[in-house]
């Protein structure tokens, strides 16, 4: 089996022309997402301490 060397990705540089925005846009989608996921959990949070609040 032949060993991959460092400079395999040098000798195709068109496939990798829009991997650095590719990972920008991901990673404003995550950041995103977990805003939000924790908004919601508190939220969320929130609302079952104020009804626990309420029973005892």
Request: no cysteine; glycine share 8%; hydrophobic share 50%.
């Amino acid at each position: 089996m032949d060993k991959q060397n460092h400079s395999d990705i040098a000798a195709f540089p068109e496939l990798f022309d829009g991997l650095e925005q590719f990972i920008e846009e991901q990673a404003s989608g995550l950041k995103r997402t977990s805003a939000i996921l924790a908004i919601s959990a508190m939220g969320g949070g929130m609302l079952i301490f104020y009804a626990l609040s309420k029973i005892a």
